[in-house]
Structures are given as C-alpha cells and as structure tokens.
C-alpha cells in the first residue's frame, strides 16, 4: 500500500509542475457539450501524460492484472477514473465487457490501440470492438512534449514529462461509431485511426513548438 500510495503522490507532485494545453476539435467540444460518451485513442506510450486527463473527462480504462497493472488501478481510481481489468491472456472478455458497461454508464473510454504487446504504432481490433459494442465515436488524440524523458528499453518508448514540461494534448476529429456490420478486424479501419493518430501527435507537436 506505501508503494502505491508514493506512486500516486508522485503523479500528483508531476502533474502540479507539468503545463499542460488541451486542445479539442470542435466536433468532440459539440459531444462533450451534449454529455455524450466518447472513446479516447492514443499511441502506446504517452499514457503517462494522459493521467491529467484522467479527471477531467470522466475517464475509464482497462488496466492489467499484474503488479504494475494494479499500482496503475490504484492510481486512476485515486485520480478519479474508473477501471476494468484484465490482460491478452487472463481475463481480456470480462474486462472488455467491464469496460463496456462503464461506458454504457457515462463514462468516456481510453484505450491505447497498439497495446497491450505492440508492435508499436499498429491499431489493434479492441478499440474498434468496443466502439461496435458501445455505439462510440473514436476520438484520435496526439501528444507532444517540450521535456520528456523517453524509456528507449521499453518496446512502447514510454514518454516521463520532466518537472515544467509544456505538454500538448491534441484531440481530433471523431471517427463516426462502427455498426453491427463493421469488421473490427478490417485493415481499412485500422489505417484510418493509424492515419488520424499520427496526425494529431504532428498537430501537437506543431502547436507546442509554437508556446
């Protein structure tokens, strides 16, 4: 529990010193305005900056069942959020299904496409899964930083902003909701969110060499 609890007032100490710019299309202003639920999509390895954005769009997630998963879990709920765990082995239905009705609940999803085991900057199925079932649009969000610290040994190059960082959190405009008939698995998709993530990291990284 000590470990837990220094994790979590480390974050909080990082995101005081962090200085962090929103930005959203006008089309997630328009569903946000309306309290309409909407899945957030990133890249593997900028979850760590993401936690500012924990609180304030009401944010859930899936989180694994391992030790790191759980100081992660104790972490977003700390902050605010909500979780539905499992992993690629274990439990990967149940949390899907978790996360679903968390969304169902009002809750609006963040989900890193290219996880859990990469390869990085590859969408996979999940997202578009849980868009099918829960009839949401996927909102593309990039992010840039002024200060990070990349964790090359890491297969998703996880992103630490440095203590005064400006970070740049880019939210796009919002892929329509899949139908019943949409294939999850369809390489058409999975280009698109690929094409439309990659766009807001450059978007974000153009706005944050303007600051």
């Known amino acids: 529990m000590i470990e837990k609890w220094l994790v979590y007032l480390t974050y909080r100490f990082l995101i005081s010193l962090w200085r962090v710019h929103a930005v959203e299309s006008p089309e997630l202003q328009a569903l946000l305005a309306e ?14 900056a993401l936690v500012y954005a924990i609180r304030r769009y009401k944010i859930a997630t899936m989180v ?22 499992g992993s690629s082995t274990r439990g990967a239905v149940s949390a899907l299904k978790g996360l679903v009705r968390l969304c169902r609940g009002g809750r609006n999803a ?29 909102v593309p969000c990039g992010v840039a930083y002024s200060r990070p610290h990349v964790f090359q040994k890491s297969w998703n190059k996880a992103a630490l902003p440095l203590p005064f960082s400006k970070i740049v959190l880019y939210f796009g405009v919002p892929l329509p909701p899949l139908t019943k008939n949409d294939d999850p698995k369809s ?25």
Not at 64 to 81: H, P, Q, Y
Request: charged share 25%; aromatic share 6%.
């Open 187 to 211: 390489p058409e998709l999975i280009k698109r969110l690929a094409d439309e993530l990659n766009g807001t990291k450059r978007q974000a990284a153009k706005i944050i060499a303007a600051l």
């Open 35 to 48: 309290k309409k639920a909407v899945i957030f999509a990133h890249w593997h390895g900028d979850e760590i």
């Open 110 to 138: 963040s989900v890193a496409v290219d996880g859990p085991k990469g390869p990085i900057y590859v969408p996979k199925p999940g997202v578009f899964e849980l868009a099918r079932l829960c009839h949401l649009p996927i």
């Open 64 to 85: 694994s069942t391992s030790k790191d998963g759980a100081l992660m879990d104790f972490v977003i709920r700390r902050f605010g959020g909500a979780t539905s765990r």
